[in-house]
């Protein structure tokens, strides 16, 4: 099975923060990375898929980067709706484990 | 506009049984395979089971393995997943998520509400 780990499990940021988030996966997946958002309480939504394409409707604020085994989403200007916690997911074969997840919140 | 509606969670007693449902609409269901992705309570995601379009491919995560069953109804719009021999561990909100699987990209594209499934005596 393929294992995702996520660095930093948590982080504090202010708005206008440009954040980063570290996804890596424990072979190579290619390209096939796909990063989630959820609020509480809320179901997850998607990002990016494709390490680096934004889902129709995702602000441009919001990029991926990276393949094989090392990904990065990043977030360029910190807005309030943008407080929640994210979680990459490899797609590139079964089980299609998803990562721990980072939680940014409001410093 | 692309809806999944599961249904069908509640409280159950270890070792009982629940079916779960997903009602879709707004795309061609029979289309699309389906997956089912749990979340118990504070944790993270975890995949569960995928079922093909036509049912003929079926796989499960090791620790659903031989007590689940996914299954899809392509007329009704409608996907299943039967739990039975239900665990502590299985309690957490069961999502019914349609996944996109073409010209080399494979994603998570929608996701249902959820429905939460709570094993406890």
């Known amino acids: 099975d393929i294992q995702m780990t996520q660095s930093p499990s948590s982080l504090s940021a202010s708005v206008g923060d440009r954040v980063t988030i570290t996804c890596r996966a424990s072979q190579s997946i290619s390209n096939y990375l796909n990063w989630f958002q959820q609020k509480p309480g809320k179901a997850p939504k998607l990002l990016i898929y494709a390490a680096s394409t934004l889902q129709t409707g995702v602000p441009s604020r919001f990029s991926g980067s990276g393949s094989g085994t090392d990904f990065t989403l990043t977030i360029s200007s910190l807005q309030p709706e943008d407080f929640a916690t994210y979680s990459c997911q490899q797609s590139y074969g079964i089980p299609f484990n998803f990562g721990p997840g980072t939680t940014v919140d409001i410093k | 506009e692309v809806q999944l509606v599961e249904s069908g969670g509640g409280l159950v007693q270890p070792g009982g049984s629940l079916r779960l449902s997903c009602a879709a609409s707004?795309?061609?269901?029979?289309?699309?395979?389906m997956n089912w992705v749990r979340q118990a309570p504070g944790k993270g995601l975890e995949w569960v089971s995928y079922?093909?379009?036509?049912?003929?491919?079926?796989y499960y995560a090791d620790s659903v393995k031989g007590r689940f069953t996914i299954s899809r109804d392509n007329a009704k719009n409608s996907l299943y997943l039967q739990m039975n021999s239900l665990r502590d561990e299985d309690t957490a909100v069961y999502y019914c998520?349609?996944?996109?699987?073409?010209?080399?990209?494979?994603?998570?594209?929608?996701w249902g509400q959820g429905t939460l499934v709570t094993v406890s005596s």
């Open positions: 998520v349609c996944y996109y699987d073409s010209s080399g990209l494979r994603y998570f594209q929608h």
């Open positions: 707004g795309f061609t269901f029979s289309s699309y395979s």
């Open positions: 079922i093909s379009t036509g049912s003929t491919t079926v």
